[in-house]
């Protein structure tokens, strides 16, 4: 992403901006850095030292790191703008409190302007007199290791002296939001656009009948090219696949996209024409719309395509599916408006 705030930098100097344009290019890549920064999903820690006073004083932070086991060392980087930017430099200790999702007030109060942020809450000293938060998911108490000038921010690197966690779940920060873990378990299924795996598929017509090849003695599938991390080699690969048998085909319009769940893969069926007079390659033959062989397709998602097809020509009206087994999903129309997947299927006028 640097890079290519770099590279945007450089294309917007060879394009020549105007001396005016310049303020908005350098105000337009700070927003994309912050943008791109944002997409990290981090935890949230209230930095805390005492100042020369003994009072304690803190911040909101989510720019800290684990650094090193041996000797343990942890870093938080404060901005040089900080009210306090003066203690945290010189600071002897100071200590990193990890907040638990039930702390999102005191997030919030560390990083507004308050006048004693610790007013009313519950906190003790460490070892070496730093504050430490009562209740905290987890908490660091640190002698200063190193402090290193970077840009607007100090990197303050701090040795821990003693540490300590509690089971709280942590509270999270994720694009500008505080977030929470969903207790929903991570989804290995890709899901279209993003996925690991990519099929890219054809729907082909020649003179109005629809291609397809045999999967087995007795079932039948829409040709498929091989498996692709990404699209473009997907489709390349379904290219020269076709070509590799002897069938030139031009793929035209998008028709579905789905992630399909028999086989945990993102699958791009793309309509596609053939010549009226291609010959078929061994394995491959041509149906009526109306007299597709769906009974012998076994997977679910290529026979709703199927299905979808044969109803759409019926109609003449075409779209374009995108979703994935854990919702309906949609159909564009090419004209008009879009509906949903179920509603499709009913027959017109039948109320839902
Ligand atoms: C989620 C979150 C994370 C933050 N992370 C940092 C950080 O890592 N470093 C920093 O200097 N400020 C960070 N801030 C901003 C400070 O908390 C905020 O500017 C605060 O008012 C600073 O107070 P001070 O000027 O009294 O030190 C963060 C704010 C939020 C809400």
Redo the contacts with the bound molecule.
Sequence with gaps: MMNDIADGAVRATQNGPAPQDQGDLAANRKKVLRQAFGSFA?G??V?TACDRHGNP????????ASVSLDPPLLL????L?????ET?RNAASFAVNVLGAHQEEI??R????VDD?FAGLHWTKGPQGQPLLDDCAGWFACSRHQVIDAGD?LVLVGKVEDCGNMAHPPLL?HRGQ?RQIASVPVQRQPLAGAATTIRVGILALQNGKVLLQRAGADSWEIPLGPARRLFGEARNACETDLAARGLSVTLTHPYSIYDDGEQCESRFLFLADLPPDADLPAGMALFDPGNLPLHQVRNIGMRDVLRRLAQERQRGRFGVFVGNPAAPGRISHITGSSESWPDFFLPEGQPT
């Design positions: 981090t949230i820690t930095v004083v803190g911040f909101t932070a989510n720019s800290f938080v980087c404060p901005s703008t900080s009210s306090n930017i945290f997030s919030r560390f990083a507004a302007p942020r921010h920060f505080y």
